[in-house]
């Protein structure tokens, strides 16, 4: 048996104890979801060096980012689950007509079944736990799929779910693409996926054979649109949160990261020159001397955003950065100013450290040129005007949208996270993972009294006025009509 057939065996035997361990109930119990929530707690806390490490490794993480952007996230959400999970089990009163009297009814969640999570590089500790968390929290089996471009952080998983979750319930495979086809070719209750648009479509095509229902957290090109402010402090503040959030979670390598900015010819300069004094101060100046930043995670990846920067008219357009430090995949900081629209590097998702700004004669002129591209996963924008805050919420489409910050919407758990469009489906974080998990059964109690006759034909005027009647809740008209009293 070639390789390829030994893998498809032992895949098979994983599902099949995964569906008879969720046929027996195990995974419906409230203490057992408690436990699996609590065990995740307990791995991220005995394991923090470990991760630091693993993603060091991979990334080239700072243990201060390393704890920002992926154990603290984890703890946060499953601390919340925790707390809150058997609220979110619990069934929800749903208001029945008058008509049917006495009955009642309710909402009640139930867990789908056996899912796959596909988690990303970029985030690999917390972008393949935090939908975990989710999954156990409603009751299901899970089997996660890390990906093999982070093979440390793959390879802790692997090694270090199995002694802290239920591993009759909870299984970590890894691989490369071939296992990752197989992975699809399987029938699944949900499929969890994080990562490119590209891969999202081979998901949601391998999902269709089977009707299987799909999260994708996908991404795109986000734009922070910088509004004219006129306080020096607030333009201070806006520099920093743009350079910080440009440039410091993974160099750029982040779905929701800024893609590129728009501003105002007039208030360009300004920005350009804060820009490049907030760089030097937070990462270094030259790739060779560069600090608090990730490397790219792979040579492919380095070598397709140097690319984007060969086109002689996107390498003009520089002014600022550019260096690489090819030994140690670090990209500088790079800020371009109005590079072709029709590049590369304006049509494709970046992903890495580069910053192209476009200028505009009017800020106004921002939501044209965002509503001309597909919808993003998350916008930014730095503005004091209320009526261009309102203008934009109401005009243009994305997954999300922050006023005078970027990315902190992705740690608030009680806003939904996900994308709209292109930028992928479904949503996730808190409540709302527990949701994308869950299936929200409609559940309706009647007794035998009293008995509606007119459902049923033979039919006539009479039944035809009660139906209507009822249908539009007119509980007096029907009240007269059965006592003989409404003719019309």
């Known amino acids: 048996m070639d390789q390829r057939g030994s893998e498809s065996v032992a895949l ?10 969720f046929r027996t109930g195990r995974t419906r119990p409230v203490a057992w979801r408690k436990a699996q929530l609590r065990a995740i707690i307990d791995l991220v806390q005995d394991n923090e060096e470990r991760i630091f490490t693993a993603l060091l490794e991979d990334l080239g993480k700072h243990p201060v980012e390393s704890y920002r952007d992926e154990v603290g996230v984890v703890l946060k959400s499953a601390k919340q689950s925790l707390s809150c999970v058997e609220k979110w089990m619990a069934p929800k009163k ?55 471009l982070a093979p440390a952080c793959s390879s802790f998983l692997a090694e270090t779910l199995p002694r802290y979750l239920d591993n009759r319930a909870v299984k970590v495979v890894t691989g490369g693409p071939n296992l990752g086809e197989q992975l699809l070719e399987q029938k699944w209750d949900k499929i969890f996926f994080t990562g490119s648009p590209q891969v999202g479509r081979i998901v949601m095509s391998a999902a269709a054979r089977h009707l299987t229902p799909v999260t994708l957290e996908l991404g795109g090109k ?35 990261g800024i893609d590129y900015l728009l501003v105002e010819k007039k208030f360009c300069t300004m920005l350009v ?26 040579k492919h990846q380095f070598e397709r955003l140097q690319n984007l920067l060969k086109d002689p008219a996107v390498a003009a357009s520089i002014v600022y950065g550019g260096s690489v430090d090819e030994e140690r995949l ?49 916008m930014y924008v730095f503005t004091k005007d209320e009526s261009f805050k309102q203008q934009l919420l109401q005009e243009t489409s994305s997954g999300s949208v922050t006023f005078n910050d970027v990315m ?16 992928g489906f479904g949503r996730y974080h808190g409540k709302y993972s527990f949701d994308a998990f869950s299936h929200e059964k409609a559940v309706m109690r009647r007794g035998f009294f009293p008995e509606i006759e007119p459902r049923y034909p033979p039919w006539n005027d009479f039944k035809l006025k009660f139906i209507r009647l009822a249908y539009n809740f007119d509980y007096l008209g029907l009240l007269l009509l059965m006592l003989g009293l409404k003719r019309n």
């Open 94 to 148: 749903g208001h029945l007509p008058l008509l049917f009297f006495p009955a009642s009814g309710e909402v009640l969640p139930e867990p789908l079944g056996t899912v796959l999570i596909f988690s990303s590089w970029n985030f690999p500790i917390s972008l393949a736990l935090d939908p975990v968390i989710g999954a156990v929290a409603a009751g299901n089996t899970v089997v996660l799929k890390p990906s093999e």
């Open 12 to 21: 098979d035997e994983i599902l099949s104890e995964l569906r008879q361990t």
């Open 273 to 298: 020159d804060l820009l490049m004094k907030t760089i030097r101060r937070f990462y270094g100046e030259g790739a060779k001397n560069m600090k608090n930043m990730c490397k790219i995670i792979n």
């Open 408 to 423: 902190v919407q992705f740690i608030c758990d009680s806003l939904p996270f996900g994308g709209v469009g292109q930028s």
């Open 330 to 378: 670090l990209i500088e900081p790079t800020i371009l100013l109005d590079p072709p629209l029709d590049a590369e590097i304006m049509t494709e998702e970046i992903f890495g450290p580069l910053l192209p700004i476009i200028t505009l004669n009017n800020i106004q002129e921002s939501i044209e040129f965002i509503n001309a591209r597909p919808k993003p996963l998350a």
């Open 222 to 256: 986000c734009p922070t649109i910088v509004d004219t402010l006129s306080s020096t402090s607030e333009i201070k503040i806006t520099v920093k949160r743009i350079a910080g959030g440009k440039w410091g979670p993974c160099s750029g390598q982040a779905c929701i």
